[in-house]
T-cell receptor, first 113, second 114 residues
Framework: SQTIHQWPATLVQPVGSPLSLECTVE??????LYWYRQAAGRGLQLLFY??????ISSEVPQNLSASRPQDRQFILSSKKLLLSDSGFYLC????????????FGPGTRLLVL | GENVEQHPSTLSVQEGDSAVIKCTYS??????FPWYKQELGKRPQLIID?????GEKKDQRIAVTLNKTAKHFSLHITETQPEDSAVYFC?????????????FGKGTHLIIQP
């Protein structure tokens, strides 16, 4: 069966510091991968999605970036965090074509101070 | 891109009563209609979905109905229980489409009153 992991689970970072969040999927090949951000009590905002290694599409202009160095690994990064980057970051995967069922990871709660 | 609206934003019902949440969308090409449930502090999880060739789907106390002509679909929960308290999101999309179709509704906070 497929599983999706995210780490760290919780992170407290100062403004201006770098960020690296990691997501890995097991039990499937060539998944579509997604990064979402959820502000407290709010909906899900799609940040990036990837249909293959090295293929990243960005949905929202921001100071974040994403990379997919391996088939089942998706990384969210920032060189300098802003206060507004605080939130719950969720990685998700889907099989086959974009628009299919998405399965979410446990999320990373990021607090920027 | 897809314009998605969910109503109501908050719904409070007595335990045992039914709850209905509606999702309207703008892209007539949408052909996949899922509902996700997110409990406090946890990840969203798919609870039911429907494809555009079907009008209704049921799974025990949960059902989804689709009206493609009017471009809306609804989540129905019968005999509500305390564990149904959560935020529910719809996410209509087009299989094979681009990320324009990956739009989640803003969520409905369902509160089950004992």
């Amino acid at each position: 069966s497929q599983t999706i992991h995210q780490w760290p689970a919780t992170l407290v970072q100062p403004v201006g510091s770098p960020l690296s969040l990691e997501c890995t999927v097991e039990g499937t090949s060539n998944p579509n991968l997604y990064w979402y951000r959820q502000a407290a009590g709010r909906g899900l905002q799609l940040l990036f999605y990837s249909v293959g290694i090295g293929q990243i599409s960005s949905e929202v202009p921001q100071n974040l970036s994403a990379s997919r160095p391996q088939d089942r690994q998706f990384i969210l990064s920032s060189k300098k965090l802003l206060l507004s980057d605080s939130g719950f970051y969720l990685c998700a995967w889907s099989a086959g074509l974009v628009g299919a069922t998405q399965y979410f990871g446990p999320g990373t709660r990021l607090l920027v101070l | 891109g897809e314009n998605v609206e969910q109503h109501p934003s908050t719904l409070s019902v007595q335990e045992g009563d039914s709850a209905v949440i509606k999702c309207t969308y703008s892209d007539s090409a949408s052909n996949y209609f899922p509902w996700y449930k997110q409990e406090l502090g946890k990840r969203p999880q798919l609870i039911i979905d429907i494809r555009s060739n079907v009008g209704e789907k049921k799974d025990q106390r949960i059902a989804v109905t689709l009206n493609k002509t009017a471009k809306h679909f609804s989540l129905h929960i019968t005999e509500t229980q305390p564990e149904d308290s959560a935020v529910y999101f719809c996410a209509p999309s087009t299989t094979g489409g681009g990320a324009d179709g990956l739009t989640f509704g803003k969520g409905t906070h369902l509160i089950i009153q004992p």
